[in-house]
């Protein structure tokens, strides 16, 4: 069992930024966030490799340009810094560790994000932290 914990989330005008952090018990591979927005389907994010050098990225569509995952040196720390958020930004966030995020299938479960929670595949989620964009 990985322990995770995800914070940083907050309340933000429209164009604002945040940084939420994500650090767990270990990390041995792939590291995700995913958001639930109310009314809508889980999303993942973004995610980030565990390679040491030239870590592999992916971010969905709607965020491209404005968010960005990275590590810190020691590996112990996971960053989604985000920036220009829009209303449309608004849900809570999670960070999940060692996910198969690299199935594009997984990466939008028709359901909501706390019913993922046990399912190997989706990784270990951590409570999840609010983000609230406001116009």
Known sequence: ?????????GSVQTGGS????????KFNGMVGWYRQIPGKDCELVSYISGDTSDATTYYVDSVKGRFTISRDSKKTEIYLD???LQPHDTG???CAVDGMFW???LRSPPRPCRDLVG???YGYFGQGTQVTVSS
């Open 103 to 105: 199935i594009a299938g």
């Open 119 to 121: 399912d190997p595949r």
């Open 1 to 9: 069992e990985v322990e995770v914990v995800d914070s940083g989330g």
């Open 82 to 84: 985000m920036k220009s």
């Open 92 to 94: 809570v966030y999670y």
């Open 18 to 25: 945040l940084r939420l952090s994500c650090t767990a018990s």
